[in-house]
């Protein structure tokens, strides 16, 4: 359809082999359902996380039973090695799975087992700046009882330059095998991006870890973000299907499917399941760009106001929505 | 709420005066409705546009009455003197009344009467490619009528760079105050963008003219491409309310405006407009991203045959358009 020598053939048009993708529908997804997912669902995005060539599948939290207990929260709250066998047995894929580790919200010494007794391949640890230094003890309990590490430092819009060169160097000197830049907030415009990307990975530099991107969609930006990321030498690229993800959602699976021209990815069974699966669910659950998100978004605020507001009588009372949080500021 | 030192403090918390916003909220988005918009509703977003520090509002084409009927589209199709008049009497404030002169599509011999005897302060030009030497003759009649007259070089994500190029030389010497990158089929990734606005700014130097970007938002980019066009060096950025547009629409205003640090614009009232306009009538009218729409972005088609697909028995039914689509490639 379009000629071979237009404009739009420059570097996108190759693509880069050690780019990895983690889909974290059922992690960040289940955050609007509080984990309750059941299991033909979460079964079908096994199977189209395989059939697309996904990395990594982030099937939820390794949460606190006491914090989050088990009569409040879904099975993808806690990820119990029964849960998860369930829905694949011994994982006979190629696809690693993954679980999100919270710092003071997860028992790790106990509630996670040596990695010979269980199906997960990875714990990504999550954390604040503040807690570093339990996020790397929480890397190395991972990595000794044979685990891949993450680190996921999250709501880096709000962190000091000075305090996240140290915490890099810090991470830099760890197990973790990736640490992501996270926009928690969905406020980073995509110059922010690229010049996190290259001070992470200045950082990371002979340290021998990716650097990856989780970005949420509050300003529309969730997609375009992940390609600048991509394109500034990002190589761990965290999407959900549909976008689907706590507020504004995350970067669309089937949008980064279509941007990464590796062979290996598959955008046709993505596509079976936003049509199959998250269509309808649409019609009850609400995630997506609303103009709330992007209100918080510009104002590089925490969503809670904005999902709290998406949940109330009025959800598309976006003056009052704006008034109200100006006079917060 | 934040700390002064964060990492995102770098370059968009500056603004530069000389960027210009076009609203097209009435002419592009009057492509879901053929331009038959109430004079109320026209009337609002006028007011909003004032009050937002809009610098251009778009409000229609300057169509053929002969290939488009009055009986079958409506007054926005023509823009007319009065009824352009109706909306806003002779214009008493400083925003600049734009008009679309399609290729082909326009007598602006006849249509296009002078300046002087008109509310209508900008004719903008659009054409394809081989378009180009009407175009110019178009540009020249408007600019000699006493117009301000801008070119809109359409689905340039087809046009072989050497044609461009050759294209823009000529526009570089022609009246033209403007000449606008146009994504016509929401195709481009912010890469191209880059290159594209760099092309053009390096084509227009020493000729005095501005460059500027219009998005379509079929890979929910269009927001990002325009960032990435200012942040290259456009000056130029169109935006529609609530992104309403042809297809996948455009680049929200709401997003542009809390982009912009520019003090002149605000964003309070365009927020208004999306809670008592838009929300309403995206209930009965459709646009923004979707799928199918993603799908033609994504190989660099033509919305045309997402649009018959999201008018039909089925919107979302995803997997179908898409081989359907493939199978056409």
Not at 132 to 146: N, S
Not at 163 to 191: M, Q, T
């Given at each position: 359809m379009t000629d071979e020598n237009t404009v739009a053939n420059d570097g996108w048009v190759s693509y880069r082999p050690d780019i990895k993708v983690l889909d974290c529908t059922i992690?960040?997804?289940?955050?609007?359902?509080?984990?309750?997912?059941?299991?033909?669902?979460?079964?079908?995005?096994?199977?189209?996380?395989?059939?697309?060539?996904?990395?990594?599948?982030?099937?939820g939290y390794k949460s606190s039973k006491e914090i989050y207990s088990k009569d409040q929260f879904g099975d993808w709250k806690h990820c119990d090695e029964d849960s998860i066998r369930r829905i694949m047995d011994d994982n006979p894929s190629d696809m690693k799975i993954s679980v999100m580790a919270d710092a003071e919200r997860t028992n790790y010494k106990t509630d996670i087992i040596p990695k010979d007794d269980s199906v997960i391949d990875c714990v990504r640890v999550a954390c604040y700046i503040h807690q570093?230094?339990?996020?790397?003890?929480?890397?190395?309990?991972?990595?000794?009882?044979?685990y891949?590490?993450?680190?996921?430092?999250?709501?880096?819009?709000?962190?000091?330059?000075?305090?996240?060169?140290?915490?890099?160097?810090?991470?830099?000197?760890?197990?973790?095998?990736?640490?992501?830049?996270?926009?928690?907030?969905?406020?980073?415009?995509?110059?922010?991006?690229?010049?996190?990307?290259?001070?992470?990975?200045?950082?990371?530099e002979g340290a021998g870890k990716d650097v990856g991107f989780h970005g949420h969609n509050n300003m529309q930006l969730a997609f375009a973000n992940t390609i600048e990321s991509i394109v500034s030498g990002g190589n761990r690229m965290d999407a959900t299907i549909s976008g689907i993800g706590r507020g504004a959602g995350n970067c669309p699976l089937e949008l980064l499917m279509g941007f990464l021209h590796n062979p290996k990815f598959k955008i046709r069974p993505?596509?079976?399941?936003?049509?199959?699966?998250?269509?309808?669910?649409?019609?009850?659950?609400?995630?997506?760009?609303?103009?709330?998100?992007?209100?918080?978004?510009?104002?590089?605020?925490?969503?809670?106001?904005?999902?709290?507001?998406?949940?109330?009588?009025?959800?598309?009372?976006?003056?009052?929505?704006?008034?109200?949080?100006?006079?917060?500021?």
């Open positions: 992690r960040d997804g289940g955050l609007t359902t509080d984990h309750n997912f059941d299991d033909e669902m979460v079964k079908k995005i096994y199977d189209t996380l395989v059939a697309a060539g996904v990395d990594y599948m982030e099937i570093i230094p339990l996020a790397i003890d929480m890397v190395k309990d991972a990595t000794d009882k044979g891949e590490a993450l680190l996921q430092l999250m709501a880096v819009s709000t962190v000091n330059t000075n305090d996240l060169e140290k915490a890099l160097e810090i991470v830099a000197r760890s197990d973790a095998s990736a640490v992501y830049i996270v926009d928690s907030f969905g406020s980073l415009y995509s110059e922010q991006v690229r010049n996190l990307t290259k001070l992470y990975l200045k950082a990371m993505v596509l079976e399941a936003c049509q199959d699966i998250f269509k309808p669910l649409s019609e009850t659950v609400d995630w997506g760009y609303s103009i709330p998100y992007a209100i918080t978004g510009q104002l590089n605020q925490h969503p809670r106001e904005a999902i709290k507001w998406r949940a109330g009588d009025a959800p598309d009372a976006y003056v009052p929505f704006y008034d109200k949080i100006m006079e917060q500021e």
